[in-house]
Nanobody, 117 residues
Framework: VQLVESGGGLVQPGGSLRLSCAAS????????MKWYRQAPGKEREWVAG????????DYAESVKGRFTMSRDNRRKMVYLQMNNLKVEDTAVYYC???????????WGQGTQVTVAS
């Protein structure tokens, strides 16, 4: 089982980044997918989630209207489009898979996003 995030980097406030998460080793379309983040010295927090068919997406209040999550079940990918980035969005971003009707869950290794001028 693997979840591999990519797309992080350094961006100025107001800029954009698109994170990707590539899944393998499990039945992707049976898993709810989520993004979390962890800033230095803070606990990991939920950012966004998408249902197994991509029909419903939910966002933390802090990112609503700026971030958009999507998934491609054929490619076994999830994405997080982040616009109008703020300094407080600086964190390591993690992709998580949660099995429907099971306790299976998997995490990626994370990708660093730094928003600074």
């Amino acid at each position: 089982v693997q979840l591999v995030e990519s797309g992080g980097g350094l961006v100025q406030p107001g800029g954009s980044l698109r994170l990707s998460c590539a899944a393998s080793g499990f039945t992707f379309h049976y898993y709810v997918m989520k993004w979390y983040r962890q800033a230095p010295g803070k606990e990991r927090e939920w950012v966004a989630g998408v249902t197994i068919d991509g029909g419903r997406k939910d966002y933390a209040e802090s990112v609503k209207g700026r971030f958009t999550m999507s998934r491609d079940n054929r490619r076994k990918m999830v994405y997080l489009q982040m616009n109008n980035l703020k300094v407080e969005d600086t964190a390591v971003y993690y992709c998580k898979a949660e099995g429907m009707g099971s306790t299976n869950e998997y995490w990626g290794q994370g990708t660093q996003v730094t928003v600074a001028s």
